[in-house]
């Protein structure tokens, strides 16, 4: 009877953890080297990686494309890898690792504004390629001229989000094993449509290709990829933190990253980019079939459009899981069905004018540069050089007042005014929205600045006024 209920405890405390912000031990970790390594290679052969190499076709032809999509991926990526170590090491939830850095209450806007938003954002954009993958598919077959807002793309990006739930309700084992499938099979399809792009054109032809509307200033429009291809990397900040904690090891995590993440993603974009050169078009929907043919381009399009549903679910996991935060009691207790039912509910909002974020897709991304850089930033300074590696546990459960990540009544100031600075800066440099950039942009870009001010900020301000004031458990003065 003993043994049964210390079983049933065991069983419990594991659901917990990785349904909620409870920390994960070594044996409650679900994904190995390989299986982690799948998970990320899924992530990054989804139609969200052909998107940015097509959009790159706006701007630079492909050698120049492939430099800047290089730089920006690495750049984002270096810092997403070490930015989120401590979850590994630790097996904690993302948003409650870090608040040791924003304090208890300070982290509550990153979740429920920032990165809730982001999430959104980045689900209806996967729903409404699934969406147009099968109008697309529907024209072709019945000779129809159905358009990116037809209705029937929103009624099949809903049957993406329903499908997606069917997925991430079921958690983390449920997305390991779906991507030990998908994961093979896309590499499959980005080596066929590599031998198609090279069967329909030649390295010459598709290196003499020009840019659909660049500004006509190299410098301007290498900066301009290299700034989507960061905004892209660290756009997966939240996702990789939450995700890291179910790897074994913090070596396995990272280099699964650096496969997935860094080397699929640039061959995928690689192949977007060379496919949007082929056939003028930076949409990935639009040219599968031209690609392949009419049989094996169906088959590939349906396919990618279904690997769009392990991204989807990867964002509904992590920033439900994120959301089930102490001291907000009816989410931390709401039943995990609901809590996923609401986000993805949320999400349907986007299929009502499809086009509204998928054609503003790589504005889209620069608001996630400004909003991300500049925390990815202040958690690196903080982890690696204020606290050396070491984290407080304990402390970053206690909720009492006066307590080591308690600050100024749960608020870490100092963290919102490098922000502040970071986010400003950002907008100095390159507005999202115009894309009107300042003279020193072409040289800076506006992600890594932000995040560099605002690291140097954080640095600052917490060696001159908040260890002074023995804030933040850096052990006084």
Known sequence: MAHQETEEFAQQTTKDALFGTAPLVRGERVWGFLDFSWVMTGLAIATWAFLIGGDVVYFLGLKAGIAAMVLGNAVGLFFVIISVLSNTKYGL??????????????????????????????????????????????????????????????????????????????????????????????????????????????????????????????????????????AGAVSWWPAQGNLSRLATTQRSAAWAAIIGLFVVTLVAQTVGLMAALTFADSDPTAWMIPLTGAVLGIAILLFIAFANITTISVQAYQVCVAMRQEGVRFLATMRWDVLITIFLGLAVFLLIKPSLIYDNFFQFLYWIGLGYAPPIGIICVDYFLLRRQKLDLYALYDARKGSPYDYWRGWNIAAYIAIGAGVGTFAALLNPVTLWYSAAFPYTSATFASMIVAMVVYFLLTQLWVKRVGKGGYGGA
């Open 93 to 230: 939830e993302h948003f409650t690792s870090i608040r040791s850095v924003f304090g208890r209450h300070g982290v509550k806007p990153l979740i429920y504004i920032l990165n809730f938003l982001v999430c959104i954002g980045w689900t209806g954009v996967l729903a409404v390629m699934f969406g147009r993958a099968a109008v697309n598919i529907i024209n072709h077959l019945a000779g129809t001229d159905y358009g990116g807002d037809y209705f029937l793309v929103g009624v099949f990006g809903f049957v993406a989000l329903a499908i997606s739930w069917v997925v991430v309700v079921k958690g983390p084992v449920a997305l390991k094993w779906f991507n030990r499938f998908a994961a093979p099979l896309l590499i499959a399809v980005l080596l066929i449509m590599v031998y198609f792009i090279f069967r329909e054109t030649s390295w010459a032809e598709l290196t003499a290709a020009q840019p659909l509307e660049p500004f006509g200033i190299k410098q301007v429009d290498f900066m301009m990829v290299v700034e989507f291809a960061l």
